[in-house]
């Protein structure tokens, strides 16, 4: 028996009843009076009736504006009226279709995870809302959804005995919120399965974990967590994720649905059905049903569109933002398009507005008198069109959605609309239903998300999420397009429409539109309302750009694809993903600072620094480069001579740069001979080596192999002249790389030297240095990368990282749509699509090359300034600015490189251990592979788990660093670390500048005798390589984990959302938007750091609670100690056991560097505490008698306490085996104790001789009687 509730209180507008069909083009209003509520005819209210009838253009535009008062109903074009006026035949088809009970095609635009209750049970269900061939709106709810996760069984165990243990963890155990699982629902199954990690030639036994909902299936995973059971079909995040892949459901492409039932007329969709998840099928190829739906109307389907801009007023200044908590502060104007999806012509346009206002033929203007009716009517709009998405202004000077929608019309911030209903209603559906997944960590009803524009900005997008309704912030949506620190500094829709060649926005201040709006609200007249027509056409403007740029750049089209690849939402590939990984081609300037001193002609002798100079040669008919950069807070001006390509009028810096250009271009034509002879020949050899062949026979194999016949006739003319004999062959190739090195280090030197015009020239110790130079450099520099980022930008192309003379593209979409299509159809493997992405990529590059060169050769009037491309990078990896790491494919696809591409990463620095370097690779290189789908995350968790649990695959070699000592530097560590040195290696001391060798071993000890720990620095630890090694001591792997390599995992895992600030962290406030960036990465950097630290510590055998444990229980084992040696002393030697462990006496003072100043220090203690005078003084003559008498005991007491030293540690080690013993939870068992400090059994500490006695008697008679001569 299945019940019904409201599965949460989501605002929804309900239907109402009566409303009726209008047509827009001919829209007659309902004429009531005032307090009924509804609408009226303008009138005599509007226009003096007279003047009405004197104007018949007024009277014909009467047919467009409307009245509103604050009912419930609003006589305005719904949905289906819409789907009405254009449906063209297709409705027909439609109903056919359903009376037949034929299959129905829908496309998903949204997605909601719900339950529904059976017999009081909550079964999880899945629901799709979007439009059918006719653009009606439907929800489809989807039953029978397995919900599961799968237990490997361990190999040695019996599997009913496991499964019984299984069940008895479900049932009596708790998650970590005290949350249980109902037992009673629970059922499992048997599988057999290939295990996700590791190669295994059978499959596996496992047991799958049926629950009714993922609620349940969260606690049990929870509680089966706990017990570090390996699992599977383990997904975390939201479970329809795994349904989409698991039943190849795609979420934003067309499906078709079979054996259905469905009702008619639920509130917001036309259709409600209801199907099986095995009869939900999507579809590959629309020409599968072509025969009963036509393509034609598939291939632009129906999802409506509303676009919106809202307009605000305050009464609090002009500098001010109105804000809703504000009472005199109020929305007075929101302006709607509708569209289907793909059209930027609309198909209605609504203007609401709170005061009187012309018409306008081209959309219907309603006066709503008021800010609530305004905001009513605005609820009533959205609920009658039921859009699929809805897309929010670009407009950044208005308040934020977020603000918008916590106005409503009762006047109380932050409070929905008591009159918008259930989500129930959408669905139409009889059954009870709750929210699913209330624990996660996504809520559709959600007021904002962060979205990652770029790796240093993310953008806070506001909107209120309805089931059925994908609200797109498209600022947001073009941010991501043209992230801000590629192009110029703001992102505004001006700047939107200008880059993809749009019609610009109406030019209306934001001082006019208030004037405007506070007259009309004051004084009503004809001007006034001819003016508030204007701002009404300002706001139809600016929201009808939203959707024309959306089509423009294909926006929606494309997140569809990248959500249909990945079997996601279109809400997640707007709001959640950063597309679908594409190839990265970097376009770099080649040689950009010469060749800007050559393009502009900078030179000491070609600049003018006066303005009058400069007017005057202009005059002359010269032409000048204008120079202008701000230094020092000043604006610096100057001017140079273009030499407009004559030889004559060139600088002496540009000829000599031209020189030497001419000279480094000889010499890598002719480097690129050698490399290709070289690269052929390393081939061959390899393999001989690989293969055992013969010269000849590696020389065929090779030419066997060649792609083309272009390459296979450069090969015979390069390798054969050396076939016939392997050490001529050898001879040659050694000579080969013998030329090769010696002409890329003169290629190298030329480039160094001509990069040192630029260093000179702004070195202010240099006889060359002229700022103005220097400053032109850099702003030419400047203003060529951004005119080559803004041209590939409105062809299309995407910018994800930008640099001072390179920038990181990302192809159009368009380009891959053919390898797309194959790769979803399951008609090539992973591995032929990752190629032909790059392929594709190589080809569309080359174009966009010659393109740039030819754009920038037109712009600069010369031939210097060019941009070239070296390697495309798939997979490619961004952890940060100037940070990434990927596969570098040159000339042809390869995805087995001999090394990565990596800049940035700390795994290239000088100095760092080849532990760091092998982490680090070990992680990019598991990131890259083909067919591995883990995140970053989880890669940089397997290898730290494999770096600590297996520590024996670490050699003594790769612990080694090293660094340099500067004596003059404030290098702390190498300082402190050279002053131990000179006392035990003094021949070992580097020179002054000399790198030296070390590692970091275990320090013998942890806590001292008494269980303080010992917290050394790294300069107290680290040894010479050679003394470590001749000591044989035993590397810290611990140390080099948490001291450098962590820093290094936290680079590649601080992406992730829970080590980035909140959305109300004062960083997310920051203006500078190089300052937020900076700030945010330090802030995720070290959070990162923090979680990978206590991760590593729970992978230890000691962690750091073990570690803090230890040090009390070391002191209680102290202290037991010396109880224990108190009372055997005192049964040996009475009262002299004082001396050992007295109340004012204890043998470590003994052991003191300066022991006779020691005693003197503890004699005057117990001298004043004995005497009772705090303030007691000893002359100078008592004192070096007492201390005199001292030292003559001092060579017979040493040895004694020395001995005795010995043995108390021995007998503080026992006490501390006993605490391991005790609590191994807690500490440890003693097997994590070093060997030497295991001490099982109780030593003997009372082998004090008589000889021994008479010393220490003798020693103690001189303290007491020193005592009783004061």
Request: contains cysteine.
């Amino acid at each position: 028996m299945m019940s019904t509730q409201p599965e949460h209180n989501t605002p929804i507008v309900p239907t109402s009843s009566n409303v009726s069909t209008v047509d827009n083009q001919n829209f007659e209003p309902e004429i009531e009076e005032e307090n009924n509520g509804a609408f009226y005819h303008r009138g005599a209210k509007a226009f003096p009736q007279s003047q009405i009838s004197e104007n018949g253009k007024a009277e014909q535009l009467l047919q467009y504006l409307f009245h509103y008062f604050g009912s419930d109903y609003l006589g305005i074009p719904t949905r289906n009226d819409i789907v009405r006026e254009n449906e063209n035949g297709s409705t027909s088809i439609l109903e056919r279709a359903l009376a037949n009970r034929e299959n129905i095609p829908f496309m998903p635009t949204d997605i909601e995870e719900s339950n529904e209750y059976i017999n009081g049970t909550p079964y999880y269900i899945l629901r799709l809302y979007g439009p059918l061939i006719n653009g009606q709106k439907a929800v489809v709810t989807i039953t029978g959804i397995k919900v599961f996760f799968d237990i490997r069984i361990p190999d040695n165990k019996d599997i009913y005995l496991f499964e019984s243990k299984i069940k008895n963890i479900l049932a009596n155990e708790k998650d970590d919120k005290e949350k249980t699982v109902d037992i009673g629902k629970i059922r499992i199954e048997h599988i057999k399965a290939f295990p996700i990690r590791g190669y295994h030639t059978e499959k596996k036994s496992y047991l799958r974990i049926y629950t009714t909902n993922t609620f349940q299936r969260k606690i049990a995973f929870n509680i089966i967590q706990k017990h570090n059971l390996e699992t599977a079909s383990d997904d975390r995040s939201t479970y329809y994720r795994k349904v989409a892949r698991e039943y190849r459901i795609s979420l934003t492409g067309w499906g078709v649905i079979n054996n259905y039932s469905y009702t008619k007329s639920s509130s917001l969709c036309s259709y409600a059905f209801r199907v099986s998840v095995k009869n939900f099928h999507s579809i590959e190829d629309l020409n599968e049903i072509s025969n009963l739906f036509p393509t034609s109307y598939m291939i632009h389907d129906r999802t409506l569109v509303l676009t919106w801009d809202i307009e605000t007023h305050t009464e609090r200044g002009v500098d001010q933002l109105p804000r809703p908590w504000h009472s005199e502060d109020n929305v007075f104007m929101i302006c709607m398009t509708v569209h289907w999806r793909d059209d930027p012509t609309p198909l209605k346009q609504i203007c609401l507005v709170d005061v009187e206002t012309e018409p306008d033929p081209n959309w219907i203007t309603i006066v709503c008198e008021n800010q609530t009716n305004l905001l009513k009517a605005f609820a009533l709009y959205w609920r009658a069109l039921a859009p699929d998405i809805l897309q929010m202004s670009a407009n950044s000077r208005q308040s934020t959605n977020k603000q918008i929608l916590r106005w409503n019309y009762y006047g109380n911030m932050g409070k929905s609309p008591g009159f918008m209903g259930h989500s129930s209603d959408i669905a139409g559906n009889s059954h009870k239903v709750v929210k699913e997944n209330e624990c996660e960590e996504e809520d559709f009803s959600r007021l904002a998300v962060k979205i990652k524009i770029s790796p240093e900005e993310f953008f806070i997008s506001s909107f209120l999420k309805l089931p059925g309704c994908i609200p797109i912030d498209v600022r947001a949506s073009f941010k991501k397009l043209y992230p801000r620190s590629e192009v110029q500094k703001g992102s505004s829709l001006k700047f939107y429409l200008k880059m993809c060649d749009l019609g610009g926005k109406i030019d209306m201040p934001i001082n006019r539109m208030r004037d405007y709006y506070k007259i009309a609200k004051e004084n009503n007249s004809i001007e006034s309302e001819k003016h508030m027509r204007e701002v009404a056409e300002y706001c139809i403007i600016d929201a009808l750009r939203c959707q024309q740029l959306m089509v423009k750049r294909n926006v929606i089209n494309d997140n569809k694809e990248v959500a249909s690849i990945a079997y996601v939402s279109l809400f997640d590939a707007h709001y959640r993903a950063n597309g679908i990984r594409r190839p990265v081609t970097g376009l770099d300037f080649a040689s950009l600072y010469p060749s800007i001193f050559m393009t502009y002609n900078f030179s000491p002798e070609m600049m003018i620094l006066e303005e009058k100079t400069a007017t005057e040669l202009q005059q002359k008919g010269i032409r000048l480069h204008k120079i202008e950069f701000t230094f020092n807070g000043r604006i610096l001006q100057a001017w140079s001579v273009l030499h407009e390509n004559k030889i004559d009028k060139k600088g002496l810096y540009p000829l000599v740069l031209e020189k030497l250009l001419d000279k480094r271009n000889k010499m890598k034509f002719d480097l690129a001979i050698l490399s290709k002879k070289k690269e052929y020949m390393e081939l061959v050899i390899s393999k001989m080596k690989e293969r055992n062949l013969s010269l000849t026979d590696a020389i065929d194999n090779d030419l066997d192999n060649a792609e083309n016949k272009e390459e296979r006739s450069t090969k015979i003319e390069i390798l054969i002249p050396f076939s016939k004999d392997y050490n001529v062959f050898i001879t040659e190739y050694e000579s080969v790389c013998f030329d090769y090195a010696c002409l890329d280090s003169k290629q190298k030197a030329v480039k160094v030297y001509m990069n040192s015009f630029y260093g000179e020239t702004g070195n202010s110790l240099s006889p060359f240095f002229l700022r103005h130079i220097a400053g032109a450099v850099t702003s030419a520099g400047q203003f060529n990368i951004k005119l080559v980022a803004e041209y590939i930008l409105k062809k299309g192309y995407g910018i994800q990282y930008g640099d001072t003379d390179s920038l990181y593209l990302t192809c159009p979409e368009d380009n891959y749509k053919k390898c797309d299509l194959a790769y979803r159809n399951n008609s090539i493997s992973t591995l032929e699509y990752w190629t032909e992405m790059v392929n594709i990529t190589m080809k569309v590059m080359e174009k966009l090359r010659n393109e740039v060169n030819t754009y920038l050769k037109i712009k600069s009037r010369s031939t210097y300034l060019k941009m070239a491309y070296e390697e495309v990078l798939f997979p490619v990896v961004f952890t940060g600015k100037k940070k990434y790491f990927g596969i570098p494919h040159e000339k042809k696809v390869n995805f087995k490189p001999k090394k990565l591409f990596i800049k940035g990463i700390d795994t290239v620095k000088q100095g760092q251990s080849k532990l760091f370097i092998t982490i680090g690779e070990r992680i990019m290189w598991k990131a890259m592979e083909v067919e591995d789908n883990q995140s970053l995350h989880k890669i940089v968790e397997d290898v730290l788990r494999d770096a600590v649990t297996n520590s024996k695959q670490w050699e003594f070699d790769q612990f080694i660093q090293t660094d340099t000592w500067k004596p003059n530097v404030q290098n702390l560590t190498v300082q402190w670390f050279i002053e131990r040195m000179r006392k035990t290696y003094k021949d070992k001391i580097p020179e002054p500048g000399e790198r030296f060798s070390y590692v970091i071993p275990k320090t013998n000890i942890d806590f001292d005798l008494s269980g303080k720990k010992l917290n050394l620095t790294k300069g107290d630890r680290i040894e010479f390589v050679d003394v470590a090694k001749e000591l044989k001591k035993d590397i810290d792997l611990s140390y080099y984990l948490q001291n450098k390599i962590i820093g290094l995992c936290a680079r590649f895992i601080n992406y992730d959302d829970k080590y980035q600030p909140s959305l109300s962290d004062k960083i997310r406030q920051l203006k500078d938007s190089d300052e937020k960036y900076k700030q945010i990465d330090e802030y995720s950097q070290k959070k990162a750091k923090k979680w990978l630290e206590e991760y590593v510590d729970g992978l230890s055998s000691i962690s750091p609670k073990m570690m803090l444990n230890c040090g009390y229980a070391y002191k209680r084992a102290y202290k037991n100690a010396i109880k224990t040696a108190q009372s055997i002393l005192h049964q040996k030697i009475g009262n002299t056991y004082e001396i050992f462990h007295g109340g004012w006496l204890n043998f470590e003072d003994f052991k003191a560097t300066n022991t006779v100043e020691r005693l003197w220090e503890k004699f005057v203690e117990y001298a004043r505490a004995y005497t009772k005078n705090d303030n007691l003084l000893i002359s100078e003559g008592i004192k070096k008698s007492i201390c005199s008498d001292f030292t003559k005991h001092l060579n017979a007491l040493i040895p004694i306490i020395k001995k005795y030293d010995a043995s108390f540690h021995q007998l503080v080690y026992h006490m501390r085996y006993k605490e391991h013993v005790s609590n191994p939870d807690k500490i440890g068992p003693p097997e994590t104790v070093r060997k030497n400090e295991i001490v099982v059994k109780q030593p003997i500490i009372s082998n004090i001789t008589k000889a021994d006695q008479l010393v220490l008697d003798s020693f103690l008679n001189i303290w007491y009687k020193a005592v009783d001569s004061i």
